[in-house]
């Protein structure tokens, strides 16, 4: 049985033939019964005028031609005598009922006979010789302009209808036929649709369940590592490292989950966006790459003869950029992966990282065999591989079009039996306020150093050496335990007071961290916080609440450093000699007796107030960077916290909050320093 589609088509090609048929038809019928109107007029008038003519009376020609044109037959006729040299005569003519606008006897001559002129809708025209004729004269032609016979005229009206009728229905059938088709289309067009978003929803639920399912067991993992001790810090570097990979893959998918759930239609319905509507965050590329590159050492630990380093050189620090970084991992662990496999059983894969101008310089090369040039024009484009089995160029496609989008660029660039590299650019972004691009040390103020890994305590001393601390009058002091610094602090606050901290985050076997030390000792504002968690957005979020800055811990050794004069980023050194005094602000006179006790105990020029309203008063005749140290409770519902904020809006730098009251009920605050009410020099 014929499908519906099949009928229409068989029905549209039935109907062009009848109507290329018909048309056919049509005018050959209207050219047929033309000729046999104008053979009957011209007999019938011909016939007429003949006897009038042989007899050459033109009044009985009149009456004929007349009668004629009084009866309907004719609408116009004109008769002319042809006379040399090539000149017609009018011997008569009807009167004007519409005669032609041109010369119908143009070009006729007594030899042409007989010539038929037909007009579109009104009839027809005739030229004919008559066959009388008038003495003197060549020869006698007649024209006529005749309206249609009313029988022909009734034959071309119904032709007409039926025309217009049947190009209708042509037309009718043109339209179901293309309506028909359109709806096909668009049916497979749906249906293709639906299709894909269902594909696409397969996929997506796979992802969430993939993700949901990863974090259980990441929970057991995180709870885990939190009883490590006896590792290694190098592997608990790894294990964390990879931790944080599976969780950021696990992240990655629900959040693509989520973007898909809102873009694919429906049966029913802190960081910037690449071209693709990626967010892009800012990260220190270099501690995204090495803890990558660490894993592919291990990965490819089965092929000694494979050799994987990344280079880092001073130019590699404090390099950041906007980037995806779980696209960004997968795009580097690719590139390596591709270098290894070019190698074979030996070789070196090495990784450096560098910037040019305003543009961060990543490249992964290897010295295998190389890539032919009319092979390498076409890496990197979709389906493009080499020397891969079973690759589909994906990876290098990926690496490419990822890098684009971030406003970046990939080039590969290779020389046969020598090897290949690739070169990423990718733009710079400024640093976090968090990083310290520059440690800076200062004559007379000490270091402190609280690590638990005695390689740090090394690097961090060849550092010291290199810019001659000693020279400078800067004491470096190692700690490893908590006990033992809370015990040199409290016994040298006038030291702690310009110290410069630098603490590990983790600390093996203690639940104390280097964020929560600086807390507890009111150190925050000394606190450059060097661990290899500077990636984490809880340890991200612990510096900024409390205004720690940071040194990833593989740059320890790349930081630069310098020897700068007297004056201090953090805290003035007070001493007997100094000029410069300190401020207390508590309306205990208990508190300004003992805090004068210590002052002049250790030389220190102090100035108490117990009312808020005179310090703020004399305000005008302290530096902005007086060290102030205020109660949080000044009575009469008076608040310290607030007359500490009022006076960092008007610049002064060195705030402090000296209050019987926790930390923690502060913490909304972290720009303020809070400490006991113990006066701060012992």
């Known amino acids: 049985m014929l499908s519906k589609w099949r009928l229409l088509q068989i029905w549209f090609l039935a109907g062009a033939v009848l109507a290329i048929i018909f048309s056919a038809a049509f005018f050959w019928l209207w050219s047929a019964a033309k000729e046999y109107g104008v053979s009957s007029l011209e007999k019938q008038i011909t016939t007429t005028l003949s006897n009038e003519l042989a007899e050459g009376n033109i009044l009985k020609l009149e009456a004929a031609l007349g009668k004629s044109q009084k009866e309907g037959i004719l609408q116009f006729a004109e008769i002319r005598q042809f006379v040399r040299p090539d000149s017609w005569e009018t011997i008569y ?13 143009t070009g006729f001559t007594c030899s042409s006979g007989r010539l038929v002129k037909p007009h579109f809708w009104r009839g027809v025209g005739l030229l004919v010789v008559l066959p009388g004729n008038i003495s003197g004269a060549d020869c006698l032609a007649l024209y006529i302009d005749s309206d249609l016979p ?118 029913d319905s802190a960081g910037e966006k690449s071209e693709a509507g990626v967010i892009l965050q800012t990260y220190l590329i270099s ?37 995806q970084p779980v696209e960004f991992r997968r795009m580097i662990s690719n590139l390596v992966n591709n270098a290894v496999e070019a190698l074979g059983d030996k070789g070196a894969v090495i990784i450096s990282l560098g910037h040019e101008n305003e543009s961060i310089i990543l490249t992964v ?45 990939l080039t590969i660039t290779s020389e046969p039996g020598k090897g290949s ?74 030291k702690v007071e310009n110290a410069v901290c630098l603490f590990d985050y983790e600390l093996s076997g203690y639940k104390e961290t280097g964020l929560s030390l600086s807390e507890e000792l009111g150190l925050c504002g000394q606190t450059i916080l060097v661990t290899s968690r500077c990636e984490e957005d809880r340890i991200i979020a612990e510096c900024r609440r409390l205004k720690i800055r940071m040194i990833p811990k593989g740059l320890s050794g790349f930081v630069p450093m310098t020897i700068g004069d007297s004056k201090s980023l953090i805290n003035p050194p007070v001493s007997a000699s100094s000029s410069k005094c300190v401020v207390l602000v508590d309306d205990d006179a208990l508190t300004h007796m003992t805090w004068e006790m210590a002052a002049q105990e250790h030389g220190i020029k102090l100035q108490a107030y117990t009312d808020p309203a005179e310090f703020l008063s004399q305000l005008g005749d302290f530096p902005k960077d007086t060290p102030i140290y205020i109660d949080s409770d000044l009575g009469e519902n008076i608040k310290g916290e607030d007359i500490a904020a009022d006076l960092r809006k008007k610049g002064f730098t060195n705030l402090c909050l000296a209050t019987g009251h926790p930390p923690e009920k502060f913490s909304h605050l972290p720009w303020l320093k809070v400490i006991s009410k113990e006066p701060p020099w012992g």
């Open 365 to 409: 090369s290897d010295n295998g065999k190389g890539i032919l040039p009319e092979i390498l024009a076409r890496l990197g484009q979709k389906g493009e591989t080499h020397g891969k089995a079973g690759g589909s160029g994906l990876g290098l496609f990926h690496a490419r079009t990822t890098a684009e989008s971030w406003g970046g660029s």
């Open 150 to 267: 009313h029988g022909l005229k009734i034959l071309r009206n119904r032709l007409i209808l039926f025309a217009i009728f049947s190009a209708a229905a042509l037309v009718g059938l043109f339209f179901i036929y293309m309506t028909s088709w359109h709806k096909k289309i668009v049916l497979l067009e749906t249906e293709n649709l639906k299709a894909h978003i269902d594909k696409q929803a397969s996929l997506t639920a796979l992802a969430a369940q993939v993700a949901h399912d990863i974090r259980s067991p990441l929970f057991a993992l995180d709870a885990a590592l939190k009883d490590t001790a006896e590792l290694p810090e190098k592997k608990r570097i790894i294990v964390r490292h990879a931790v944080n990979r599976i969780r950021d893959v696990a992240n990655d998918l629900l959040e693509k989950n989520r973007q898909q759930t809102k873009t694919v239609p429906a049966a």
């Open 421 to 494: 590299k690739v070169t990423i650019k990718l733009p710079k972004a400024e640093a976090p306020d968090e990083f310290v691009p520059e440690l800076i040390l200062y004559p007379g103020r000490p270091v402190v150093v609280l690590d638990d890994d005695p390689s740090v305590h090394q690097i961090w001393q060849g550092r010291f050496e290199s810019v001659r601390v000693k020279e400078h009058d800067i004491e470096v002091l190692h700690f490893s335990e908590p006990d033992k610094l809370r015990t040199w602090v409290k016994a040298n606050q006038i």
């Open 287 to 323: 501690s995204i790459v090495d803890p990558i590159i660490t894993e592919k050492r291990l990965q490819f630990e089965s092929k000694p003869g494979i050799n994987i380093d990344f280079e880092l050189t001073r130019e590699s620090y404090g390099l950041f950029a906007k980037i």
């Open 93 to 105: 003519k009807t009167q004007f009922l519409g005669s032609p606008a041109v010369d119908p006897f």
